[in-house]
Every structure is written in structure tokens, then in C-alpha cells.
């Protein structure tokens, strides 16, 4: 009777071992640099570019980044500027409405 309440148990620790082995979790990530675009020097006789981009998202949120290139004798730089105007969320509207009623005898 020993012996079969241990195989018994023994199975049961075998099998829940085997339940435990198969499930398995996987984690698995990456990232990505990306080296910034060479920065190309005005044309000639021009002191500097300016490019500029406009968006809208689809909250009313305004983005604009203004790029400019600056370019000499000594090599060429670049400042960049992002301005982003955020609506705010729209007011609750409240409306109460009263009722009075009166009756007179």
C-alpha cells in the first residue's frame, strides 16, 4: 500500500514537473541607432537655409520645427528649434435645468 501511495505520488511530482518544463516566457527586444543626415552647406553666396515643418495631429495639437544651416569659410553648422502648442481639452458644458411648479387653492 506504501509502495503505491509513493509511486502514485511520485507520478504526480513527474507530471506537474513536465507542466511546469512547457511553459515558457520569451523576451526579445532590439534597438536601432540611426547616425543624424550630413549637414549640407548652403549655396554659394548664401549665408543660411532655414526648412520648416508644419503638422497638426488629430487633437488640434500644432508641431513646427524650424531648421536652419548656417555656412562660411571655417565649415558649416546647423540650430534646430521645435515648438509644439497643445490645445487644451475642451470644457465640460453644464446644463441645469429647474422646474418649479406651484399650485394655488
Do not use: C, H, R, W
Not at 73 to 99: D, L
Amino acid at each position: 500500500m506504501k509502495t503505491q501511495l509513493l509511486a502514485g505520488a511520485a507520478m504526480l511530482v513527474l507530471m506537474s514537473g513536465t507542466a511546469f518544463a512547457q511553459s515558457t516566457t520569451t523576451e526579445t527586444s532590439s534597438s536601432t541607432t540611426v547616425a543624424p543626415a550630413p549637414l549640407m552647406a548652403p549655396p554659394s553666396g548664401v549665408l543660411s537655409t532655414t526648412e520648416t515643418k508644419k503638422a497638426v495631429d488629430a487633437n488640434g495639437d500644432q508641431y513646427e520645427s524650424n531648421k536652419t544651416t548656417y555656412g562660411n569659410a571655417n565649415g558649416v553648422t546647423s540650430e534646430s528649434k521645435t515648438t509644439t502648442t497643445i490645445q487644451p481639452p475642451p470644457a465640460a458644458i453644464v446644463t441645469k435645468k429647474t422646474t418649479t411648479t406651484s399650485t394655488t387653492n
